[in-house]
């Protein structure tokens, strides 16, 4: 079936259709990673969007559903170059077809990528419409198109309600470390998952409780402190923040989450609240942006945003760069900081943003990209431990 | 960390002579790196043997050796030129083993020189087997676990501890006889049992088996402050057990999910951390297919032939960024060349698949083996880019020149299932394509992934190919079926054929549906930020949009504000016997000169391991296959003003009448004048307008009429096809017999032109290169070979200026020289081949193009041979130019080519001489004195003798008379002679002492027992008349080749050694070509 992508400007793709069979309007954004389509799909902080694969060839090795990083794909519609018909793994469960007809999410395959991320590129992220509509008429979509907006999304995406994820207490319980990973094939033909290779070498987190706030986090996150021995406590976004201090949590961790920071007025102002005491806390992207906005900064939209596994960020107190991987189209606005309240720890080595904060006098650090990774570069997932190690210090 | 200031003066070690496994990347990544080193105000000095590479020019290196690799050689230099640093890690093994023996004597330090980039004691860990390994087991990254054992039980236990199956291999046997696979306990017994008693020392290995896991490299950089970035990973088709060099390669990875991914690359940087790595480092993994356990295989602590495909692969200049590094940057303050907006700390994303295929050379080895085993075989590589996995195929197989277009080229449809299934078990070049014919025969993915291992996406793909050969076979060719086709790449004369219609309905039907070409770019970045940097691959739209101009990153801006005009310079595609380095030598060369004059330079190539293929030596880079539809593509929207085809080889060459009938003016030297050089009729005509002599011959299509044409000139005779580079298919026949087995082997591929047959003379082979504004002709200089007739002139060693001939033959030469090249009407290059006979000079071969010769001649001539060309191409005379037209002053030194071989690679190839090349490289003796030169020759080309002082002759009879002579002068330097039993008796006879050794067939000891001892420094075997079928000579040859006794074929070569053994002195005298 043909399918169409349609544009703010008035650019019109056509494609195939794939997925789900199903009309949407969403704002349009590109990633260029190369590998993790599936962790890209399910990264809640792609609610309100349609993304765009810069890779061509997506859907490889099917869908592996340990991989996911949510419960369900967030975005609103998939845009490839080419969908692979078959799916090549050895944990393949469904193939990517069927994961987004599963899941109502409808795409557009053979369109040129190239072509569509140059117009992101040079003309800034823009809201477009995926139809199998032939006769579709641009001026009556047009309004619609500007109307939209990803609105108070995080409040779709959290979780309804607060649960715990015990730590691990012996390593084992981790899978094999990835250098040591051996093959089990009774176990895997008895239907036994292969354990996914650890990095987690310590349990330094041991004994201790995170609160995670969830914004639209992704499961690694909560994952990469419980494979370290820390017990998370995972709380909805909207959770008033007297009731976390309440639960006397030894560190708090804010997630990544989709849309415009700014939409979350009551979560900043209860992120202000957190703020003032004195546990620890770390954050990832719109936790990041969102510390910053309750402690008087400001952020801005980036033209067409971050999405991809290849940006290097420097850290500022070591000198060194990592790969991260990164998704976001906000950043937090270095020139209006105060230096009394936080100060840049970490900066996009391509183009001079903002990729973290540390907070003057305070237990609490922010980054823009994701440690957590999953799609993307390991590099970074040593924060953790700095966030551990910084609870152990200065925690109670 | 800014640069370090203490380092001033960096010599960098090339890697020498072009073999198998080291070949012309070596060239780009040092040529990339001696300019990184420049801009930075650094002082370089560059040895490298190799005279036909970039990298030895002068205006690439402020000094530059030819000369041989060997440490005393580089300890010389060093001691004359007192470098404060060097850098070894660009020349490849060579150049890295060199430079860690003069770090491990001390000379390095004795002499105040620092090892710059990666230190010497990450290189031993790196490359020590058993330091490697214990490193990597301290930071939990695996290697395939392994054990020798003297008894069964051990061996038994061991497995028990790793899994079955293993691999063993006993320890000191020929060819690793007596190994095996064992899969359970009995075939582990068995094997074990014959392993122990095969093996000399009792030993046998036990490694666990991973053939069959997927096969992953990554290309990593680190600099000194520890930052580390993946420039790309790259995956092979082929599993492991062939060599990634022999392997359809894919870049990047396709059927690995993200945590497989990022599990090995966080590997790879943890590897290079821990190695403290600083610069390019590759980094080889299996992969368990159906699991996630992994095994470092290999680290290579320097660039490669797998980093310079990864710098094509994704625009990420390795080679420069690690000389940056290794002179004190940190990836952060290096900035990206392409984009100019992003830092070298960053990694390059593809919204591309790049496929790579090894050119190999059983082309040229007909009696080689095919298989691909874990010994690398081919001599290069072509790469190709397209937004889909089929279509990167498809353009890197019509790449290829191999006469090959698509899956159906290499035909096994005569096959029935189960002798396919059987075929699918033989690894070797063409297994794609019995893939492809498992796939129409109706075997199922499955059961292909279970006999080959290839990983169902790849069998699906090639299915895909299948099901489109079928499509437009069966189907009417719908508009939509036409796309289709195009986007994965099948070209326009492949559906011509497989619809039965024309080739020009195809291509009319495409134009008329706007089925054409676009062009991307190579961005680094997925065109997440703006590039400007001009390196385009091609790709069919699938769809149209509605603002059409953004499918297309080429823009009239890209290349320069449209006042310029225009030239296509035609690369000469993937490096292989007869065409190497030295075509893209002349290839750049000419672009630079162009580019010098004021035009827009453009290349289309296909190799990615050259310097053409740099993205910044022309203004606009295609990386496209070389066939006319592809150039037309290019010529559609660049309407060039001219091609110039005569500086890339035969695969230029070849191109001529399609860009003529593409209205694109060839440059220079015109079609029908290439046309009347190599069309028999033609050139006799014109031979008989300007009186130059030419051995008798004819033109036929039959073995009959072969026959006939032989017969009627008298044997022995040349046979060989028209329009072939380096001797394809040329052979010497003596009989009727022979006759027929030669004219079956070239009439095997369709020839479009005849054959000739020709008297064959026996003489002295002389070379020119010259270049003739179409008025004056220019000669640098005259060479002369050492072997006589008959003996490829690519495989021939070659002295300049010609030793043994007079005033009278050089005049001779220089003027038929000017005649022919005016009859001719060249403009530009001419290579010209000749036979002397007494004071009869006789014409052999012309082509009105460049040579293997002119890199090395424009070298010591100091002539700028390929500049001159190109000027005069634009119009300029000679004497413009500033030279005196006619033969030019003798250089003050001798330079003599050696031609370098690969024999010990390629199992079962023929490696005795004759009139087809074999040789893969070559390499350059410099000196005032004769002699030494030659003596720098053999040791350049690695014959380093006396080892043991004891030598082999079996030379045939007509030959006995010159071994007599030959055999006196290795007494005379004290060598003990060894003979089979007529040469023996004739050396004795004439009073050579020589010691009779028995033939293979007699008792023991016999000549092989005596190779195989490895007490032997050379073997003279001259084969019989015309191609050698005993047995014997042929396992003599193989056996002396591949326990590393050099051997000598010719009776010429031989004498030219002992020649140069009777000068061989321990203080060379150093030549400084920059200063020549």
Redesign the interface.
Known sequence: MKAFLILEDGTVFAGTHIGADKEIISEIVFNTSMAGYLEVLTDPSYAGQAVCMTYPLIGNYGICRDDCESLKPWPDGLIVRELSRVSSNFRNDISIQQFLEENGVPGIAGIDTRALTKILREKGTMNGMITTDENFDFEQIKPRLQAYTTGKVVEKVTCGERYTIKGVTDLAQNGPLSGAARFNKEAYAKGQREPKPSLVRELNGAGLQIALLDFGAKANIAHSLASRGCDVTVYPALTPASEIIAAAPDGIMLSNGPGDPKECDSIIAEIRKLYETEIPIFAICLGHQLMALATGADTYKLKYGHRGGNHPVKDLSTGRVYISSQNHGYVVDTDKLDPKIAVPAFVNVNDGTNEGLSYTGKNIFTVQFHPEACPGPQDSGYLFDRFIEMIRKGGK | MPKNPNVKRVMVIGSGPIVIGQAAEFDYAGTQACRSLKEEGVEVILVNSNPATIMTDRDIADKVYIEPLTVKVLEQIIEKEKPDSILPTLGGQAGLNLGMELEESGFLASHGVKLLGTTAATIRNAEGRQEFKDLMER????CAASMVVENVQDGIDFTNTIGYPVVLRPAYTLGGSGGGIAHNQVELEEILENGLRLSRVGQVLVERCIAGWKEIEYEVMRDS???C??VCNMENIDPVGVHTGDSIVVA????????E???L???A?NIISELQITGGCNVQFAL???????CVIEVNPRVSRSSALASKATGYPIAKVAAKIALGY???EIKNAITQ???A?????????VVKIPRLPFDKFLTAKRTLTTQMKATGEVMSIC???EGALMKAIRSLEQHVDCLQSYDFSALSEEDLRERLHVVDDQRIWVIAEAIRKGIS?EDIHEITQI???FI?KIA?LVEMEQALQEQSLTVELLREAKRIEFPDQVIARLTGKAEADIKKMRYDNGIEAVY?MVDT??????ASTPYYYSVF???????PS??I?VNEAAGGDGSRKKVLVLGSGPIRIGQGIEFDYCSVHATWAFSKEGYETIIINNNPETVSTDFDIADKLYFEPLTPEDVESIVNIEHPDGAVVQFGGQTAIKLTESLMKMGVPILGTKAEDVDAAEDRELFDRILEETKIPRAAGGTVYTAEEAKEVANRLGYPVLVRPSYVLGGQGMQIAISDAEIEEFMAIINRIAQDHPILVDKYLMGKEIEVDAVCDGTDVLIPGIMEHIERTGVHSGDSISVYPAPTIGKLIKDKIAEYTRRLAKALHVKGLINIQFIAQGEDVYVIEVNPRSSRTVPYISKVTGIPIVDLATQVILGRTIRELGYEPGLQPEAQYYAIKMPVFSFEKIRGAEISLGPEMKSTGECLGIAKDFHEALYKAFLGAGVNLPKHKQIIMTVKDADKGEAIEIGRRFERLGYTIYATRSTAAALNEAGVKARKVNKISQESPTVMDLILGHKIDLVIDTPTQGRDKSRDGFLIRRNAIETGVYCITAMDTARALVTSLENASNQLSLVDIAGL
């Not at chain 2, 990047?252 to 945590?259: I, N």
């Open positions: 930071i939990g990254e695996p402050a520890g930052n970035i993946t990047p990875s396709q059927t690995l999910s993200d945590k991914y990022q599990m690359r966080t590997s940087l368990h297919p159906t699991s996630f356990e992994y940190t990836l952060d907006k992003t830092y700390s960053f990694e390059p994303t593809l919204d591309y698949c937004d889909n996995f993915y990983d169902i996406w699906d895909i991307k970045c997925a065109a997440e930020f703006a739209n699938a769809e149209s949009i509605s603002s953004e499918h990153d």
